[in-house]
């Protein structure tokens, strides 16, 4: 099974802040990687999929870059609700498997 | 608009079973791959299984195989999860996912509102 190690596992921030998170998978995974954003008692929300293509609907302030076994999720300004659980998911093969999950919090 | 209603969470006894209904409106549901995620309580997103549009090939995850079995009806537009053998580590909220693309890579673009499996004696 392919593993996907976050980091960080949480991370405290002030609104305006340009913030990063990664994604490194076990073994390379091409660009089959997507990011979701969850909020407490919500469904995940799909932001960016093929690594670096953003889902329709969602602001141009995230985007997504990398490929093969290291990827990263950037926020340029934070907004007030984007606070919030973030997620990564690779889709190169079976089992499908997600990130153990980064928690953005207000600084 | 896409809209899943998510039915049959509950409390059920270790060893039981349950099954999850999802029935989806919005889109045309035979033409895509459905699939279930789920989230204990308190802990990250795992996959669960993946089912074709055609309901010919399924996909699940080591820790449901033999055990779950997800199925459709088209002609109900709805996706099924039957869960046998439960167990504690089956608690968590089942959310029903649809692919962005109709058969692409597995990534979900709607979601249902999710369900409460509490597996508890």
């Known amino acids: 099974d392919i593993q996907l190690t976050q980091s960080p596992s949480s991370l405290s921030a002030s609104v305006g802040d340009r913030v990063t998170i990664t994604c490194r998978a076990s073994q390379g995974i091409s660009s089959y990687l997507g990011w979701y954003q969850q909020k407490p008692g919500k469904a995940p929300k799909l932001l960016i999929y093929a690594a670096s293509t953003l889902q329709s609907g969602v602001p141009s302030r995230f985007s997504g870059s990398g490929s093969g076994t290291e990827f990263t999720l950037t926020i340029s300004s934070l907004q007030p609700e984007d606070f919030a659980t973030y997620y990564c998911?690779?889709?190169?093969?079976?089992?499908?498997?997600f990130g153990q999950g980064t928690r953005l919090e207000i600084k | 608009e896409v809209q899943f209603l998510e039915s049959g969470g509950g409390l059920v006894q270790p060893g039981g079973s349950l099954r999850l209904s999802c029935a989806a409106s919005g889109f045309t549901f035979s033409s895509y791959v459905m699939n279930w995620v789920r989230q204990a309580p308190g802990k990250g997103l795992e996959w669960v299984s993946t089912l074709t549009g055609s309901g010919t090939s399924t996909y699940y995850a080591d820790s449901v195989k033999g055990r779950f079995t997800i199925s459709r009806d088209n002609s109900m537009n709805t996706l099924y999860l039957q869960m046998n053998s439960l167990r504690a580590e089956d608690t968590a909220v089942y959310y029903c996912a649809k692919l962005l693309y109709p058969s692409g890579n597995i990534y979900f673009d709607y979601w249902g509102q999710g369900m409460l499996v509490t597996v508890s004696s």
């Open positions: 998911q690779q889709v190169n093969s079976y089992p499908i498997t």
